[in-house]
């Protein structure tokens, strides 16, 4: 069962656009970094490209889960109701507001290490830069 | 007639490396724990159970037993301290973790006004299983208060406050989780009817026995005082025999009981909860087993950590 009705939506291309870019990057990263061979210009586009596409992605996620709301609610998908054999109920639509309010928290964390690794990472090269 | 060398200990906070505290004229056999109590005269509100002290910044820190003029320092000690927040006693955690879910679940139990419909508030559920698992969740964890006052013996060790609100975080949710569905209006009884829930009743009931048995066995282990260390066996009470197969049967007893409750009021909440306790216990039995085998030369082969012939 999926929700056809938010595949049309901007938002999904939004984070699947910005999902596109950064996994393209990052996967050629660690490709290069295992072949011992990292070209600068792929460990600066990881460590840069993430300050619009890391607000992007969250937001087209985030968007894309708001305009699956109503019809979850409307149809009852993925969701248990009482009463039942094994006494258990499961609300998906109570699930996708906690997980869109767990962004508030998330988000902020996963950004700041970003800048932080970036900062321990390509902070070497202004040193280099100047030796030269 | 020997002039005892005093010791100086100089102590400098381990991040900042700035000066703390100077210590002259420390006895020689001086534990760490006695320069923790000299500290904290300077530092009134860094407790010494707060204090992280180490020989350097990067090491583990010392612990109190550990005598000055053993550690491989000069007549001039400099020590790092480290502030570790505020910090509670074990007694006082297991405490706080089992009075939570006591009191949550009976919030549920008599239905107080806004958890379900209101039509059924402060109302009770008609099942007579559901009366049972009330006294059975109930007197599981007044065992484990009892248990927490007047027999377990902890180490002077505690628990920093952060990590304690953690626990009673994960503890009281779930209780409130379970039950929320074991005392619903809407709730089904098992489906074997009376035969499942006498049976798993029984079994509860001789886990439960069984746990207790082992807590208060391991105490008599303890009491035995600190020269001679012995691993814990098999005594008269065929509750212990347990431990001819495993380290630790009191989490084998624990998980027995929450099973048999799982099995009583036939929810996947408390089948799932179970899980959860089990993952977490059998980490903890591992490491027992494992210290225990390192530790005597002669442990019982036989013996698993918590599942007997299997974990």
């Keep these: 069962m999926d929700i056809s009705v938010v595949q049309s939506e901007d938002s999904v291309l939004l984070f699947v656009s910005a999902w596109t870019i950064t996994e393209i990057i990052r996967y050629s990263f660690y490709t290069f970094s ?41 149809t009852g998908l993925y969701s248990i109701t ?19 309010i767990s962004y508030i928290p998330l988000f902020p964390q996963l950004y ?18 100047k030796v030269e | 007639m020997s002039r005892t060398t005093f010791f100086e200990v100089r102590v400098l906070n381990g991040k900042t490396k700035e000066h703390l505290c100077f210590l002259d004229k420390v006895e020689p056999y001086s534990t760490i724990g006695d320069i923790k109590s000299l500290f904290h005269k300077s ?40 502030d570790l927040g505020p910090q509670i006693g074990w007694t006082m955690v297991f405490l706080a973790e089992c009075i939570g879910p006591l009191l949550t679940y009976l919030l549920f139990y008599f239905r107080v006004p806004y958890i379900y419909s209101h039509r059924y508030a402060l109302t009770s559920s008609p099942h007579q299983v559901v009366r049972l698992a009330c006294a059975c969740h109930t007197c599981h964890y007044m065992k484990k208060l009892i248990e927490t006052i007047f027999v377990h013996r902890f180490s002077h060790g505690t628990m920093p ?45 001789m886990c439960e026995l069984g746990n207790f ?25 065929p509750f212990t025999w347990l431990f001819f197969f495993v380290s630790c049967p009191n989490y084998t007893y624990e998980v027995g009981s929450w099973m048999s409750f799982s099995i009583m009021t036939q929810c996947l909440p408390v089948a799932l909860y179970t899980l959860l306790g089990f993952l977490q216990m059998a980490i903890w039995a591992k490491g027992k087993h494992r210290a225990y085998s390192r530790e005597f030369k002669d442990y019982p082969s036989v013996r698993m950590a918590i599942i007997p012939l299997v974990l």
């Design chain 1, 82 to 100: 009482l009463p039942n054999k094994y006494n258990f109920s499961f609300d998906y639509h109570s699930f996708l507001i906690i997980v869109m």
């Design chain 2, 161 to 205: 406050l952060r990590t304690i609100v953690r626990n009673c975080s994960y503890y009281w949710g779930c209780s409130a989780w379970l039950a929320y569905y074991i005392n619903h209006p809407l709730y089904t009884p098992p489906s074997y009817g009376e035969l499942q829930v006498n049976y798993a009743l029984f079994i509860f009931m």
């Design chain 2, 43 to 82: 530092y009134p509100h860094w407790y010494p159970a707060r204090q992280a002290l180490s020989l350097d910044p990067k090491d583990k820190s010392l612990r109190d037993e550990d005598i000055l003029q053993n550690l491989p320092v000069g007549t001039t000690a400099t020590m790092y301290f480290r």
């Design chain 2, 213 to 237: 048995s082992i807590h208060l066995t391991l105490n008599n282990v303890r009491a035995e005082g600190s020269r001679c260390r012995r691993f814990p066996a098999p005594t008269k009470n």
């Design chain 1, 34 to 74: 295992l072949l011992n061979h990292l070209p600068y210009l792929i460990k600066w586009a990881r460590y840069t490209f993430f300050f619009a596409l890391y607000p992007m992605g969250v937001t087209g996620e985030l968007l894309t889960i708001y305009a699956a709301l109503p019809f979850v609610q409307k």
């Design chain 1, 112 to 129: 700041f290490h970003m800048i932080r690794q970036r900062k321990k990472v390509l902070g070497h090269a202004e040193d280099y830069s």
